[in-house]
């Protein structure tokens, strides 16, 4: 399993855009990257999963170079209730365990 | 469709009791796993189970943990004597053979 390396933490204030951005330099060639969401004392919550070029949902866009050894999640025009911490995963499979890092702690300010 | 139930959500025991916690998966889910979470951590993977089997108990302490995923009812994670060090937020989630990794609300043990 890839191992993963996004910021410990990021600021930023209502209404603007926000992208996280995770390295994952041994991604392999069936690997997805997928992010999840977790709100305080809530489980982790799926946001997108993309394997190449652009992923869009209702929720996030996910932007994916043509390496693949970096991927970036982006939030548009965030509220507070996006105060939350991100994790970014890669693994081939949607069995088996994910593997977590520390993921990254977003503070959405007014 | 629920989701992923799991209960308690809060547990209080005491050092040397046993704590039992639940996880249903959702309908249609075969495949259940158990995280746990550390204050200010990330998540932990600790074991995976389809029904009757345990698939990968790679990240479960060797000793006074157990869990079990019977072919009927819940899936149970077992600590037997437990110790502070085992206070945290433990997660279930499940999904079926290619879709659907779903978690719950966990259930946080305090141990006192």
């Known amino acids: 399993l890839a191992k993963t390396t996004q910021p410990i933490s990021m600021d930023s204030y209502e209404g603007q855009e926000v992208n996280i951005t995770c390295s994952h330099n041994?991604?392999?060639?069936?690997?997805?990257i997928t992010w999840y969401q977790q709100f305080p004392s809530q489980g982790p919550r799926f946001i997108i999963q993309g394997y190449k070029t652009k992923v869009t949902n209702e929720v996030a866009s996910l932007f994916i170079p043509a390496d693949r050894k970096s991927s970036t999640l982006s939030l548009p025009r965030v509220s507070l209730s996006d105060t939350a911490v991100y994790y970014c995963?890669?693994?081939?499979?949607?069995?088996?365990?994910?593997?977590f890092g520390q993921g990254t702690t977003l503070q959405v300010k007014p | 469709n629920a989701g992923v139930m799991q209960n308690p959500r809060h547990l209080v025991r005491r050092r040397g009791q046993e704590a039992r916690l639940r996880c249903s998966p959702m309908?249609?889910?075969?495949?259940v796993y158990w995280y746990r979470q550390l204050p200010e951590e990330g998540l932990k993977f600790m074991v995976y189970l389809q029904k009757e089997n345990i698939i990968d108990e790679s990240g479960m302490p060797k000793e006074r943990f157990s869990a079990e995923f019977p072919k009927e009812g819940p899936s149970i994670l077992r600590i037997q004597q437990v110790v502070r060090g085992d206070s945290a937020a433990y997660f279930c989630a499940s999904s079926t053979d290619t879709y659907g990794y779903t978690f719950g609300s966990g259930t946080r043990l305090t141990v006192v």
């Open positions: 041994n991604i392999a060639t069936n690997d997805y």
């Open positions: 995963l890669v693994g081939a499979s949607n069995t088996g365990k994910l593997i």
């Open positions: 309908k249609g889910h075969s495949h």
